[in-house]
């Protein structure tokens, strides 16, 4: 792992999910490569954890899939998010932004 990398925290996947597939669909490899774009490097999803979180959110009726064509002219499964996940998603931004604001305030606590 390089220095700018870190691990995800318990519960950081779903929401990095949720929001790489708020512009639109996506095959898998294509939300690990926007996770790692909107991080700016610091989370790289390997295909160990990312399809089985996909798995969990489709059964979850946040994801919905079908299966493609990719930019490689190969076939690939393509997730969007449902009603559902779009709302998902504005719960645990909400969530994790009062998480953020609170983890800050006490790092700066005297």
């Known amino acids: 792992m390089s ?21 639109g669909e996506l095959h898998g ?22 399809f089985p979180a996909l798995h969990r959110m489709e ?4 994801l919905n899939s079908f299966w493609g064509e990719s930019e490689n002219n190969r076939r690939a499964k393509f ?14 931004t909400e969530e994790w932004t009062r998480v953020a604001i609170a983890m800050a305030k006490a790092l700066k606590a005297t």
Request: no cysteine.
């Open 59 to 62: 059964e979850a009726g946040w």
């Open 79 to 92: 997730y969007r998010l449902t009603k559902s996940g779009k709302g998902q998603l504005e719960v645990e």
């Open 3 to 23: 220095p700018k990398q870190t691990n995800l925290l318990q519960g950081t996947l779903d929401l990095l999910i949720l929001k790489a597939l708020g512009p």
């Open 29 to 50: 490899l294509g939300i690990s490569r926007r996770i790692e774009q909107i991080t700016h490097g610091t989370f790289l999803v390997k295909p160990g954890s990312l």
